[in-house]
């Protein structure tokens, strides 16, 4: 119970944002709340059940795809958002019942491949897609600030309903077996959890939010071309925000996506030819210093305390 | 005719592909580390060679010892120093640490050198060389004998050295190994290096065939993935046939269906080999 109350606080505070009033950090917060998607998204199958996914990207490009592709037949906005998390879910169940045989290193090269392979095979298709040079999406006939709003509380509600699906997951049975798959799975075979099923199952909820995220993504800046929906980045980013915040936790993904966001806008902003180092300093520190994410560390460091005084 | 030119042009190509490879090989088979950094450490041996012609006349074959020297240094630091703390960790951990070392590398080279191509024109080429109907590069020759020497030398120095057994030996059991007497640390800082020497070296040789530039590193890194998945992981054969049949099909592909299908095409090969055998051509089954 305690969990969905801090939930649906976070949420009311962060919906007051938009009356700061200013365009810039409603900018950020949509990104923040797009980190979130895809970080408690990747939490799924890569901290839940331990597999080091990198298909993140291809389901991002996929909703993306699918959204402005539907978009330029004139289908409704939302419908668009849907099919395209629809279509990311059924290719996660696809490509997932393919890959999640290998372990380790070969599925972490399978997932990342398959990004590869969809990028090349949209920019191949330039009467369909328009290949490289990319895809305009239709402005929304609204205020540009109203619009601005409506991307902010879209993101925010996709963010929200995954962090439900989080908290349900983790409590209910599909939890319970994926946390024994990462363990050790093939002990969780023996004793009854279908890990075939539970590994596709997870792969797939770490599609759909994704799937959507993209599609809204694309809605938003109004300009997709192959290399920045599919951008490895995209799916590298999750797997920092998740050790951050704290592998397998429920608020941890989306503690992480803040953290890494304000980080990510201070650096661009100061050192704009070193922020790939400066990612990569982070992500050296975090692994030596905090391997187990920030709030797992806070609480060590609490419970330390607490019998001190 | 044609084909058998295809076919050559293919060999000589996967010759330096195997020896791109099998240093990346090396190190995910006996340290289960997917090294990230290695596309990065390719284009620093490039970089080593380029400026060692520029600045000092040293032709880039002679370099790749000098590369190689150099990257073997700077792999020894990184895996005694960082690497070596989350050894044991599980895959992401250490895969998500050499991303973070490959983003600093990889921008600090590009902020040193930009990302301009830069290429080393050799001032005395060797020509060409004319076997039967097929004629190649000279200098594309000597630089894939090069590498298949290296490559040998390196089988050979696992299998006749004493530090090359103690590596093997680590790779088939690290726990036995360090109860036997073999300082595992060690063997893992020298087992990167080695790697890191592969690739600085190998770099010198593509020095004189691609353009260089930073921004190959991934391109390189991903060539590596692909010849170890052909070939199996950990074992210089594999790696010399995985280089060698992508070379080849690189070759054909590029020639049937355009050059750039040839990328997309060896990724298709990839999926499909991880599916029907994710132990490789010659690798064995359930030996991660």
């Given at each position: 119970m305690r969990t969905w109350i801090a939930l649906a606080v976070i949420?009311?505070?962060?919906?007051?944002?938009?009356?700061?009033?200013?365009?810039?950090?409603?900018?950020?917060?949509?990104?923040?709340?797009?980190?979130?998607?895809?970080?408690?998204?990747?939490?799924?199958?890569?901290?839940?059940?331990?597999?080091?996914?990198?298909?993140?990207?291809?389901?991002?490009?996929?909703?993306?795809?699918?959204?402005?592709?539907?978009?330029?037949?004139?289908?409704?906005?939302?419908?668009?958002?849907?099919?395209?998390?629809?279509?990311?879910?059924?290719?996660?169940?696809?490509?997932?019942?393919?890959?999640?045989?290998?372990?380790?290193?070969?599925?972490?090269?399978?997932?990342?491949?398959?990004?590869?392979?969809?990028?090349?095979?949209?920019?191949?298709?330039?009467?369909?897609?328009?290949?490289?040079?990319?895809?305009?999406?239709?402005?929304?006939?609204?205020?540009?600030?109203?619009?601005?709003?409506?991307?902010?509380?879209?993101?925010?509600?996709?963010?929200?309903?995954?962090?439900?699906?989080?908290?349900?997951?983790?409590?209910?049975?599909?939890?319970?077996?994926?946390?024994?798959?990462?363990?050790?799975?093939?002990?969780?075979?023996?004793?009854?959890?279908?890990?075939?099923?539970?590994?596709?199952?997870?792969?797939?909820?770490?599609?759909?939010?994704?799937?959507?995220?993209?599609?809204?993504?694309?809605?938003?800046?109004?300009?997709?071309?192959?290399?920045?929906?599919?951008?490895?980045?995209?799916?590298?980013?999750?797997?920092?925000?998740?050790?951050?915040?704290?592998?397998?936790?429920?608020?941890?993904?989306?503690?992480?996506?803040?953290?890494?966001?304000?980080?990510?806008?201070?650096?661009?902003?100061?050192?704009?030819?070193?922020?790939?180092?400066?990612?990569?300093?982070?992500?050296?520190?975090?692994?030596?210093?905090?391997?187990?994410?920030?709030?797992?560390?806070?609480?060590?460091?609490?419970?330390?305390?607490?019998?001190?005084? | 005719m044609i084909y058998l030119q295809i076919a050559a042009n293919g060999l000589v190509l996967g010759g330096l592909y195997a020896c791109i490879a099998v240093g990346f090989s090396l190190v995910w088979g006996v340290l289960n580390v997917i090294n990230i950094l290695h596309g990065s450490f390719i284009v620093l041996g490039s970089y080593v060679a380029y400026f060692a012609y520029v600045h000092l006349g040293i032709h880039p074959f002679i370099s790749t010892v000098i590369a190689g020297a150099v990257l073997y240094g700077l792999g020894y630091l990184l895996q005694a120093g960082i690497i070596n703390r989350v050894i044991t960790a599980p895959v992401l951990i250490t895969l998500t640490l050499t991303f973070g070392l490959d983003l600093i590398l990889n921008n600090s080279m590009l902020v040193a050198f930009t990302a301009d191509y830069q290429s080393v024109n050799l001032a005395h080429p060797l020509g060409t060389v004319q076997i039967g109907p097929v004629f190649l590069p000279g200098d594309r020759v000597a630089a894939m004998v090069l590498a298949v020497l290296l490559t040998l030398l390196l089988y050979r120095l696992l299998r006749d050295s004493r530090i090359g057994r103690a590596i093997v030996a680590v790779r088939m059991d690290r726990e036995a190994a360090s109860l036997m007497g073999v300082d595992v640390p060690r063997i893992n800082a020298v087992t990167f290096a080695i790697g890191a020497f592969m690739a600085g070296a190998a770099g010198a040789l593509l020095s004189i065939i691609f353009p260089i530039s930073p921004l190959n590193g991934p391109l390189f890194l991903g060539k590596a993935f692909i010849v170890c998945v052909l070939g199996g992981l950990g074992s210089v054969p594999g790696a010399m046939l995985g280089g060698l049949v992508l070379g080849v099909i690189e070759s054909f592909t590029s020639f049937w269906f355009g050059p750039e299908r040839a990328v997309t095409i060896s990724f298709a090969l990839l999926l499909v080999l991880l599916f029907v055998r994710p132990s490789g051509l010659l690798g064995r089954r359930g030996y991660e």
């Open positions: 949420a009311a505070l962060v919906a007051l944002l938009p009356l700061s009033g200013s365009n810039y950090f409603l900018r950020l917060a949509t990104t923040v709340c797009m980190y979130a998607v895809l970080a408690q998204s990747w939490n799924f199958i890569g901290g839940l059940a331990g597999y080091p996914s990198f298909a993140t990207a291809a389901f991002f490009g996929l909703g993306a795809y699918t959204s402005a592709l539907m978009l330029a037949q004139g289908a409704p906005l939302l419908l668009s958002w849907g099919c395209a998390g629809l279509v990311a879910t059924v290719f996660a169940a696809m490509i997932g019942g393919a890959i999640l045989h290998l372990r380790g290193h070969y599925f972490a090269i399978a997932s990342l491949i398959v990004a590869e392979m969809l990028r090349e095979l949209i920019n191949g298709m330039p009467d369909i897609t328009g290949g490289g040079k990319g895809m305009n999406l239709p402005i929304l006939p609204i205020s540009v600030t109203a619009e601005a709003q409506f991307f902010f509380y879209s993101m925010l509600a996709l963010a929200v309903v995954s962090a439900a699906t989080a908290i349900v997951v983790h409590r209910n049975k599909l939890g319970f077996g994926l946390r024994c798959i990462q363990q050790n799975e093939d002990a969780a075979n023996i004793l009854g959890v279908n890990a075939y099923a539970y590994k596709t199952a997870a792969f797939s909820l770490s599609a759909v939010f994704v799937g959507v995220a993209g599609a809204i993504y694309a809605s938003w800046v109004k300009y997709i071309e192959p290399p920045d929906v599919f951008d490895v980045l995209l799916a590298v980013k999750p797997m920092v925000m998740v050790l951050l915040g704290g592998l397998g936790t429920i608020f941890g993904p989306a503690l992480g996506a803040v953290i890494l966001l304000a980080f990510e806008e201070l650096v661009w902003r100061n050192f704009l030819t070193v922020h790939a180092a400066a990612l990569g300093i982070i992500i050296v520190a975090l692994i030596l210093f905090l391997p187990n994410g920030i709030l797992s560390t806070l609480r060590t460091w609490f419970s330390r305390k607490e019998p001190a005084t | -």
